[in-house]
């Protein structure tokens, strides 16, 4: 590694959210000169921009932070048992300034292009604002939820009234009293969304495409007692975090439901959905994530749930999914979101049955007519995955564009690397484990690697890492493979890489590795115990 002028580094590092900032650290103690550029004017990725009223974390927020130091792990303490978003900000703000990581990030700065020149072995990133520097690795941390998305609906721009989407929601507080408010969407995002809003607004109307199962989240306030617990056992909660599937303190019980009797699963369902978290989805019955007579018997159990909640049996049948099952597409944890629809001022309208036609000057016309509003807020989500690789001009050797070799879904070394494009390393990107968990944890484990191959490098001498086409199409292979058992492959959703907001993504395609965090990273150390097998180093 040799950066020689200001804007020549070691590193480039796209991103400051929770990989980007922790890739930072690890490559400045490795004595490397790191950049990162940043779009947004503060660290902290997904809970700088997703600042909408309601969101929280739906991992236990003391198994999100970061698990590498001490220090951290001893100042900070979370108020919540799933920390909501200001806090959730204001703890990346204080890892930031414990490490003293903003000296090396450069603000406001988004990346328009990263082009790999081959006879400097050098990649040059260049900004929207003009900004340009070189080095020799560009990582990208630019997270799996990073584009907002818009729907595609005629008369978008022609609304007079106040619209935001939720990803991209003011810095100033907004009120919703005595306001008429439209959502659309029904996902995570949107459940979160409505239940706060809902409690001041003056009236709701939610445009509900497809209901997800919904399960209740149970947060509450860290006692000090529980505090002192957990500060304790922090070690060993981390611990039990590296061998659950999805990096969560929750794993799937080893038990079969289809061998358990009907009286001993219901106690079951009972205690897991009056508990806090995702113990209802990710520490369910095994099977229920493979065999679809289990999921159905454990998503009538949920159906029920809802029936008993909402008081209009219509609505309440409106929100239950009847095209999936429960857990096929990750679970939005909710606080009486439910019981919001039993206020007189809150409605359901389903597009489906009623297809949204235009969005006017005043509000939104449906089918069976129009209707006028003071807000309309957007909760359709993310060009998942792929949206924040495409939106930077990125080419490797010969000129070859990665959007045109995703272009038909993507191609990768262990969700890490690119054939053709070298030294370019990604944290978060398609492929990988993290997607699907507790993402901190997944983050973890591809830093480390990251890390270890880097200091590799840096102790041989080396300035070039590449993948081999023969690793790429094995890996890739791998990730169809390990999808193909999993009942989540049999619905659109993110997962699945399926947006019809966006042209070309109506079909389904493998955009994260399934077989969960511990046995990927089993394969990851594995490839660098054997020398980076499947990578050219020199
Ligand atoms: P999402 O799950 O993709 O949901 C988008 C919603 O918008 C869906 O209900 C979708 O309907 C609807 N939609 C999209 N285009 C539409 C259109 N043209 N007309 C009408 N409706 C439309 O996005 P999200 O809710 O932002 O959540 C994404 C992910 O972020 C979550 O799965 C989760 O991983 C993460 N997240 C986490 C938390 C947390 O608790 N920490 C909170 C929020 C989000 P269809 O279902 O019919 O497509």
Redesign the pocket.
């Known amino acids: 590694m040799n950066a020689k002028t200001d804007n020549d580094f070691d590193a480039i590092v796209v991103g400051a959210g929770i990989s980007g900032m922790y890739m930072l650290n690890n490559l400045r103690e490795l004595g490397l000169k790191v950049q990162v550029l940043e779009a947004g004017d503060d660290v902290g990725g ?1 809970w700088y921009w ?1 600042r909408y009223p309601g ?5 236990e927020s003391w198994s999100y932070g970061y698990s590498f130091h001490p220090e951290i792990l001893k100042d900070w303490r979370w108020s919540e048992h ?1 920390s909501g978003q200001p806090e959730n900000l204001k703890y990346c703000q204080f890892v930031a300034d414990r490490l003293d990581l903003k000296k090396d990030i450069r603000f406001a700065t988004k990346v328009a292009s990263a082009h790999y020149d081959e006879a400097a072995n050098q990649w040059t990133v260049t900004a929207e604002d003009g900004y340009t520097a070189r080095a020799r690795l560009f990582i990208t941390a630019i997270g ?2 990073s584009v907002p ?1 818009m ?3 005629d008369g978008i721009d022609d609304f007079e009234g106040e619209a935001f989407h ?2 991209e929601w003011p810095h100033h507080p907004v009120s919703f009293e005595n306001k008429r408010v439209a959502v ?9 969304l409505i239940q706060e809003v809902a409690k001041t607004v003056g009236h709701l109307t939610v ?6 199962w919904c399960a209740p989240l149970h947060n509450s306030a860290i006692t000090d007692d529980e505090w002192a617990d957990i500060q304790a056992r922090q070690d060993e909660i981390f611990a039990h975090c590296r061998t659950t599937h999805g990096g969560f303190i929750h794993d799937a019980d080893p038990r079969r439901l289809l061998d358990t009797p009907e009286e001993e699963r219901l106690a079951f369902f009972e205690k897991k959905y009056a508990e806090p978290g995702f113990g209802i989805w990710m520490g369910n019955y095994r099977d229920t994530f493979t065999s679809e007579e289990a999921n159905r018997i454990l998503s009538d159990f949920i159906a029920g749930k809802i029936r008993e909640r909402v008081k209009d049996p219509e609505t309440a049948e409106k929100l239950i999914p009847k095209d999936h099952g429960f857990g096929q ?2 679970v ?2 909710e606080t009486r979101y439910y019981e919001a629809y039993n206020q007189d001022n809150v409605e359901l309208i389903d ?1 489906v049955a009623d297809p ?1 036609r235009r969005i006017t000057r005043t509000g939104i016309e449906l089918e069976s007519g129009a209707r006028d509003f003071d807000m309309i807020i ?5 060009d ?1 995955v792929l949206g924040g690789f495409n939106r930077i001009d990125i080419r490797g050797e010969d000129g070859q564009s990665l959007r045109e070799k995703w272009a038909d879904g993507p191609l990768t070394n262990l969700g890490m690397q690119v054939v053709g494009f070298p030294n370019m390393l990604m944290l978060v990107g398609p492929h990988n484990a993290a ?1 699907f968990g507790n993402i901190p944890r997944g983050i973890e484990q591809n830093v480390e690697w990251v890390t270890g191959l880097v200091r590799h490098m840096r102790d041989n001498g080396l300035d070039y890492v590449a993948s081999t086409p023969e690793a790429e199409a094995a890996w890739t292979e791998e990730v169809i493979e390990a999808s193909q058992k999993m009942l989540l492959t049999r619905t ?4 699945m890489g ?4 966006i042209k070309g993504r109506e079909k389904r395609m493998f955009l994260l590795y399934a077989s969960g965090i511990p046995y990927y990273r089993k394969l990851c150390d594995a490839v660098a115990a054997d020398g980076y097998r499947g990578m050219v180093l020199r």
């Open positions: 997904t997703n969101a929280r974390f739906d991992s799933f799996p939820l998305q729907p595609v609906i939720t990803a659309i969407g029904t996902g995570a995002t949107a459940v979160q445009f509900q495409r497809r209901p997800n597409r990750r939005p944890m597009i949204i957007y909760a359709t989500g993310f998942a997607g659109d959703s993110w997962f399926v947006n019809r907001n």
